[in-house]
Each structure stands twice: as structure tokens, then as C-alpha cells.
């Protein structure tokens, strides 16, 4: 029965009834839906959250479903957004929770349009994590940050206004570039991080912070070894975030390229200066036959000269098959011209497609 749906955690003292009349309340953006952010979405969605926002830019393939738990061997074959495909699960898995699954790039503006109690951190990106970093520094939202690779992982839960930032860490923590395309992964690295942050998360949402860890956590599952690190002394004074001047670096624009390698996985995404709003039926009409892999309403999956291109209504796009970044902008400004219809507002649906 549904009134019985959060019985076992209401019976857990700690929350309770009034705790879990406080998660009810509550708002959750994750950013990333990959192996971090379904799993965390998941327990939050199931713990009874009262709205999960879920941001993410990538689509499921079919090395995600290893361990990217919400995801389905369909989401993979017609190659549906993440944050779409989450959205749609976890609807079914409680309707009682809102849900709002946004395909695309996290920003400044995204995330300043929304009020959240809590940013989870579930990307692979360290300049996205420096913005969430300096947007909740800047809005005094806690944030809790989680990584992993192979069987290691590594987490800590950011508080307003108490001990370093993210960018005061930046010399300590391991952001050499290594990914799990390069370095594979093991699913219960996955659920080791993502139960550390969903705990925190549950302890922030139901008012018990006096239960919180304070120390840097890392962990390796094949090596069998644990560590706990306190980092109070790490805050810097002069850190553009957190130091007594803060200028927020990563909010405007001082971080992040147009055009970026991904790491390990051959291929260069490309997003416009400026948000698009393509008519993705039209593109395709627009294609020569032969050229369409598959399509769906929020991307088209298109063969190019020996390369993949996955376009997606924003104007983003992933050129599969090159680290090229010129070259990747040259078959992208082939199909998209953003320059052109910059100036012509009315259009937008149409003109921007070449």
C-alpha cells in the first residue's frame, strides 16, 4: 500500500516522521546522470524526496549499462538523452516525486533560475564541478562531491561558509585526466560513492547535520584500503571562491571552451556560444539518404565522411571518431551555421540548419 511506501526509513530513528516530512520538502539537483548520478537519483526518488532535477548532456550507450543502473538495453539501441531516460524510470519508480530530467549542458543560468536545498555533484567534468562549486558557494547550498575510477573512489560533502572550497583542493585531488574509458570501472566502486552521498544527502535534507562527516573520504575496493583526510587547513585566503574576496570565477565564464576533447573516448563535443533551438525533423530532411543512423526527439544520430555526429536540439553536438578540435568544428559549421542566424530571432527553428 502507498500510505506503507517509507514505513522501513520512518522506522529508522533518525528520520522518522518528521524527517521524512522535511525530505518531502525538499529540492535535489543532480548534475551528471551517468553511473553516479542514476544510482543517487534513484535512492533519493526512492527515499521520497519531493522534487529530483536531473541535468545531464550525454545519451545512454551501450558500455553505460554496466553499471548506469536506471538505464535499459531500449535506451541504449535508440540512444535516448540520459537525463530523458531517468526522467521516464523514475516516474515509474515513484510518482509521488517531481521529476525533471533537462537534456543539456549544467550552467550559471540553469542553476541560477532554480532553488535548490542541495547540489549533488555526479559528473566527470572538474571545470562543471568548479561551477557548482562557486554557485553554491555563492548561494550557500550544500553540495556533495563524488568521483570514481577503476575500484577507487573518493567523496566530501561541501557546507556554506564552513572549511575550503573545491578549488582550494585542486592541487590534492586526483584530476590528472585519467576516465573510466581509459581506466575502466567496476560497478561497486559506483555504489560505495554514491552510498556515501546518498547518507549525507538524507542527513542534510532531514535537518540531522550534527551527524555529517567532515573528512574527505577515499576508498579502493581491490586494494582493500580505506582513508578519512580532515582538510579544515587546506582553505586558502586568497581563493577566488571561498578566500575573502570572492569573484566566482567559473560563473562567468572564465572556465569551460567551446569545443572540448573527451577523455578516452575519441571524440570532441561542441557547444554554440550562444543556446540553440533546432528542428530536428528539418535537419534530417535536410541530410542525404544513407546518412541517418537513428533519431530521436531530442538528438539525431548521423554517419559523416567516416565519422559519428550526434546533434542534439541545443546546437550541441558529439563528432565521434577524431581528438581533431579543428576539424570536429569544421564537420559541425558544415550542418550548423550559428553565425548566420544570430541576428534573426523569428526564424530560429529553421535557419540555423544548413
Not at 239 to 244: K, V
Request: charged share 25%.
Amino acid at each position: 500500500m502507498k500510505s506503507e511506501r517509507y514505513s522501513r526509513q520512518i522506522l529508522f530513528a533518525p528520520i522518522g516522521e518528521r524527517g521524512q516530512e522535511a525530505l518531502g520538502e525538499k529540492h535535489v539537483i543532480v548534475i551528471g546522470a551517468g553511473a553516479l548520478g542514476s544510482s543517487v537519483a534513484d535512492m533519493l526518488a526512492r527515499s521520497g524526496v519531493g522534487k529530483l532535477t536531473i541535468i545531464d548532456r550525454d545519451y545512454v550507450e551501450w558500455s553505460n549499462l554496466q553499471r548506469q543502473q536506471l538505464y535499459t538495453e531500449h535506451d541504449a539501441e535508440t540512444s535516448l538523452p540520459k537525463a530523458a531516460a531517468a526522467e521516464r524510470r523514475l516516474k515509474k519508480v515513484n510518482s509521488q516525486v517531481e521529476i525533471d530530467g533537462r537534456v543539456g549542458e549544467v550552467t550559471p543560468g540553469m542553476l541560477s533560475s532554480m532553488k535548490a536545498d542541495l547540489l549533488i555533484d555526479a559528473t566527470d567534468n572538474f571545470n562543471v564541478r568548479l561551477l557548482v562549486n562557486d554557485h553554491a558557494r555563492m548561494r550557500s547550498i550544500p553540495w556533495i562531491f563524488g568521483a570514481c575510477l577503476g575500484s577507487y573512489g573518493i567523496t566530501h560533502t561541501f557546507l556554506p561558509d564552513e572549511g575550503p572550497c573545491l578549488r582550494c583542493l585542486q592541487d590534492v585531488l586526483p584530476v590528472n585526466g585519467d576516465s573510466c574509458e581509459t581506466q575502466g570501472i567496476i560497478s561497486p566502486a559506483v555504489t560505495m560513492v554514491t552510498s556515501y552521498q546518498t547518507a549525507e544527502a538524507l542527513k542534510i535534507l532531514t535537518g540531522a547535520k550534527g551527524s555529517l562527516r567532515k573528512t574527505l573520504l577515499s576508498f579502493d575496493l581491490w586494494e582493500n584500503s580505506r582513508s578519512e583526510v580532515n582538510i579544515d587547513s587546506l582553505r586558502k585566503k586568497d581563493c577566488p571562491t571561498c578566500g575573502t574576496n570572492p569573484s566566482f570565477p567559473a560563473l562567468n565564464g572564465t572556465t569551460g571552451v567551446k569545443a572540448s576533447v573527451l577523455c578516452g573516448r575519441d571524440a570532441v563535443h561542441i557547444r554554440p556560444s550562444i543556446p540553440l533551438s533546432l528542428h530536428l525533423e528539418s535537419f534530417t530532411d535536410r541530410m542525404k539518404e544513407g546518412h541517418i543512423i537513428g533519431a530521436n526527439r531530442y538528438l539525431v544520430n548521423l554517419s559523416v565522411v567516416g565519422y559519428r555526429m550526434v546533434v542534439f536540439s541545443d546546437g550541441r553536438a558529439l563528432i565521434h571518431g577524431t581528438s581533431n578540435i579543428p576539424l570536429a568544428k569544421a564537420l559541425y559549421s558544415k550542418y550548423i551555421d550559428e553565425q548566420e542566424c544570430e541576428q534573426d530571432e523569428k526564424s530560429i527553428d529553421h535557419c540555423r540548419i544548413r
